[in-house]
């Protein structure tokens, strides 16, 4: 064990020695991707260009671009991780990403391409009173975006500074500067265009790294899986514990049905997955677009199960949880075993690509639900110059890569996993029940709109506030005190709690809400007629 200790720490050190490698190889990746946005954006002149790249994606172009924006960070960094070092229950993280993208599928997805414009608070001001439903959409929207952009930037700056050595708290603050700039100089020239091509080259690079390494360990382990898992058993101090249920979550099983709930719900409500159903030119495009993304989704989460076993048996559990990066090192870990430097610095610069292109994918949805919905609807009530609409967002943007930056630097070195439960979670007690009233209760009323999306919103922060997450343990954000709610995900309160309040503002509302426009949603949402009409706007 010792000796393999010293080898990998050895390797580490001459990859940390070797950082003009490294910065090489992320110089062309780079290069290359800004390339492409440039090339994007030749022509991003109306808000359906800049927002929806002129909806001018093929079902394949868009089902790459999909898996590009939902395989994030911490799809291939922490799921094989957790893996590697929880067995089983870390390759639960994986099987509800999946469960829930067929959730978002069949409940969702085409329904809402059909009925919308831009963003979600076009489909649900759609029947329901315009001003108030937009801002809380808004709200709920730009706090999704927030909690994830927080969790991608600390990601980024983790990486980066294992690649290149940084230890000290002002190289990584820069680091996490650096990626911001970046994210701002793609999403202000490329808009929604730009950002679907450097998702779908990520995604090309992210699953064909990742297969080629999955082979490479099968290779080594004579194509058995069962060897494998066998050496996996051997590397571990947990033994065949790691291969059962039980070492993560056997202490608190609610914890990991709160957790298990906001995975599974809280796709269905996550703005910036929703947005990319806009950018194909039919239902029958947007169809194909979401067969194709969970065939290639699926295929990289059966790929982390044996990623996160070869890591186990091949790094081993010990030396990953002591590595700089702590559980998120292991996919690099395993690439730097496997080829050395080289594989490293590439799979290191394709997990970097994945943050760009997912953190790209959210900036673009925030500046559009601020300038879209605030602004063009709430304040200046439609009446915006064609141009105008877009130069409010491209300022968006700045003001939102800035405080991405801030609050990158703000939460270094914190747990980073919490931050993407909390999106999924507050996109779960906020979004999705008003989501799913709109589109299949016609008694829903704007009251029940706003009382749902706000006090889900609050549910969701307030016990996350009063939970382990912030305060008490050894990986608090707040290392004092003791934590008021138990558990480290509020899914299992607040989902319901937003249901609720959706149906009952909607039962006690006095006014009823003009049934022929929940009739005419239903018909577009069902059929796509007049989703065609609203491209030509």
Request: glycine share 10%; proline share 4%; charged share 10%.
């Amino acid at each position: 064990m010792n000796d393999v200790f010293a080898a990998i720490s050895a390797a580490v050190d001459t990859v940390e020695n070797n950082p003009v490698l490294n910065i090489s190889i992320f110089g062309a990746f780079v290069a290359v991707t800004l390339f492409i946005v440039i090339r994007a954006s030749r022509n991003n002149k109306t808000a359906a260009d800049y927002y929806a790249a002129g909806r001018s994606f093929t079902g394949p172009q868009n089902g790459f671009a999909i898996s590009g924006d939902y395989l994030s960070a911490a799809s291939f960094l922490g799921i094989c991780g957790a893996i590697a070092i929880n067995g089983y229950d870390g390759f639960l993280y994986s099987i509800g990403f999946l469960v829930a993208w067929l959730v978002a599928l069949l409940l969702v997805a085409e329904l809402m391409r059909n009925t919308g414009k831009f963003t979600m608070a076009d489909v649900l001001s759609f029947r329901l009173k315009e001003r108030p439903v937009r801002m809380a959409a808004a709200i709920t929207t730009l706090a999704v975006c927030f909690f994830y952009l927080l969790a991608q930037m600390a990601g980024a700056g983790g990486l980066v500074s294992l690649l290149l050595g940084i230890t000290e708290t002002l190289g990584q603050s820069i680091v996490v500067a650096v990626v911001g700039v970046l994210m701002i100089v793609y999403v202000l020239i490329g808009g929604m265009k730009g950002t679907t091509w450097v998702q779908i080259v990520k995604a090309f690079l992210l699953i064909g790294g990742a297969l080629v390494m999955t082979i490479w360990v099968l290779a080594i382990n004579g194509f058995s899986l069962n060897t494998l898992l066998e050496s996996a058993v051997a590397a571990s101090p947990q033994g065949e514990a790691v291969l059962g249920p039980g070492l993560q979550y056997g202490a608190n099983p609610w914890d990991f049905i709160s957790l298990a709930i906001a995975l599974v719900l809280g796709t269905a409500g996550l703005p910036h997955v929703l947005m990319r159903f806009y950018t194909v030119p039919t239902a029958k495009e947007a169809r194909r677009s979401v067969v194709w993304a969970i065939w290639l989704i699926g295929l990289f989460y059966l790929l982390t199960l044996v990623l996160g076993y070869g890591a186990g048996a091949m790094v081993g559990p010990e030396v990953i949880a002591a590595a700089p990066g702590g559980v998120n090192s292991a996919a690099p870990l395993l690439a730097l075993e496997l080829g050395g430097p080289l594989l490293l610095g590439f799979i290191s610069a394709v997990a970097f690509a994945t943050i760009l292109a997912v953190v790209a994918g959210l900036t673009i949805t925030a500046a559009a639900s601020f300038a879209h919905d605030i602004y063009a609807n709430v304040v200046k009530k439609g009446d915006v110059p064609p141009d105008g609409e877009v130069k409010v967002a491209r300022r968006t943007v700045i003001v939102i890569g800035i405080l991405a930056i801030i609050g990158g630097i703000g939460v270094q070195g914190q747990n980073v996993a919490f931050l993407v439960a909390l999106a999924f979670a507050v996109a779960a007690s906020a979004n999705l029940p008003t989501i799913l009233y709109s589109l299949f209760w016609r008694k829903f009323t704007t009251r029940g709109a706003v009382w749902s999306m706000y006090g889900g919103l609050a549910a969701a922060i307030i016990l996350i506030f009063l939970s382990p997450v912030f305060w008490g343990t050894e990986t608090s954000v707040f290392k004092v005190g003791t934590a008021i709610w138990p558990l480290n995900n509020p899914g299992i309160v607040s989902i319901p709690l937003g249901f609720f309040l959706g149906w009952l503002g909607s039962v006690t509302s006095t006014r009823a809400e003009d049934r022929r426009k929940a009739a005419e949603m239903e018909v577009r949402s069902l059929t796509g007629f007049g989703a065609e009409k609203a491209t030509h706007h």
